[in-house]
C-alpha cells in the first residue's frame, strides 16, 4: 500500500461514525461564531423581515465540502452514501428573496411584504403584489409565484381579468374556467422559478395548487371557507412551466387571495 494509501486510509477512519442520508440544513451552524445570536432588522420590507431573511454581508454556509475532502465539521450523518452529498432541503426564505428580486427587476412589479386588507393571506392588483406577513416562507413563496402568474394574466388578456375579478355568481358551469385560470397562475409561477434557477420545487408547488383548488371549489360551491393540508393536493396532475409573455404593468382595483 503507497503512502499516500496509508494516510488516506487513516484520515477516513477518524471521521465519525452515525446515520446516513440526513439533510445538513438541518445541523446546527458550527464555523461562523455567534451566528446562533444573529437577529435580522425587522422591517416591512423584504429582505428585513424576520421572517424572510436580513441584507447581511455575513452568510451561513450553504454547502460543505465534500467528504472526499477527507474531514468534515459535523458527523458523518451528514452525508450521502458513498461521499456524496445528501439533497439539501429547500431554503424558502431564500428562494423567495430571490423570487422578489426578479419580480421586481425584470417585470418592473412591486412586492410588500406585510399586513393585508380582511382575512385575505395576498392580495395584488397589476403592478403590486403584498403577502401576508404572518405566513411562513414555504406559503408566502406559494402566495407569491400564485399571484404573480394572476398578475400576468391580468396584463395580458382582459377576459381572464374579468373572471379573476369576479368575487361573486359563480355556478358549478364556471368552474372548470375557473379551474384553468387557476392553474394557468401556477403554471406561470412554476416558469418564474425556473427563470430564478430553481427547477426542484415543480412536484411542491403542483400539491400546493392542488390543494388550493380544493379550497377553492368548496368555498364556490358551498361557501365555506375549508383548508387542505398539501398532501391533499398529491392527485393533481403536475405542472409544467408555460413562457412568460412580455407585458406593460397597470393597475386595476385590488384582489385578495384567499
Known amino acids: 500500500m503507497t503512502a499516500v494509501a496509508q494516510v488516506s486510509n487513516l484520515l477516513y477512519r477518524r471521521l465519525p461514525v452515525g446515520r446516513l442520508n440526513s439533510n445538513p440544513a438541518s445541523q446546527p451552524i458550527r464555523t461562523l461564531a455567534g451566528w446562533k445570536r444573529w437577529k435580522p432588522a425587522i422591517s416591512r420590507r423584504v429582505g428585513r423581515s424576520p421572517r ?56 418592473s412589479l412591486h412586492v410588500t411584504v406585510g399586513p393585508v386588507t380582511g382575512s385575505y393571506t395576498g392580495q395584488f392588483d397589476g403592478k403590486e403584489i403584498w403577502v401576508d406577513l404572518d405566513k411562513d416562507p414555504e406559503e408566502a413563496v406559494f402566495i407569491l409565484v400564485h399571484l404573480f402568474g394572476h ?16 368575487n361573486s355568481g359563480v355556478t358549478q358551469q ?59 393536493g398529491a392527485d393533481e396532475p403536475l405542472l409544467t412551466a408555460v413562457p412568460i409573455p412580455a407585458f406593460v404593468p397597470q393597475r386595476w382595483p385590488p384582489r385578495g387571495a384567499f
Open 52 to 107: 424572510y431573511g436580513a441584507a447581511s454581508s455575513i452568510r451561513p454556509p450553504t454547502n460543505r465540502p465534500p467528504i472526499y475532502t477527507l474531514f468534515c465539521a459535523a458527523s458523518c450523518e451528514d452525508w450521502g452514501v458513498n461521499g456524496v452529498a445528501a439533497q439539501p432541503a429547500v431554503d424558502f426564505r431564500t428562494v423567495f428573496r430571490e423570487l422578489v428580486q426578479r419580480i421586481e427587476r425584470v417585470y
Open 151 to 166: 398578475t400576468v394574466q391580468w396584463n395580458i388578456d382582459e377576459k381572464l381579468r374579468v373572471l379573476g375579478q369576479a
Open 174 to 232: 364556471d368552474l372548470p374556467r375557473i379551474y384553468q385560470y387557476e392553474r394557468q397562475a401556477s403554471q406561470l409561477g412554476l416558469a418564474l422559478l425556473e427563470e430564478t434557477g430553481e427547477f426542484r420545487l415543480a412536484r411542491w408547488l403542483t400539491d400546493r395548487f392542488g390543494a388550493d383548488w380544493k379550497f377553492l371549489a368548496h368555498f364556490y360551491r358551498t361557501g365555506e371557507k375549508v383548508r387542505f393540508q398539501s398532501d391533499a
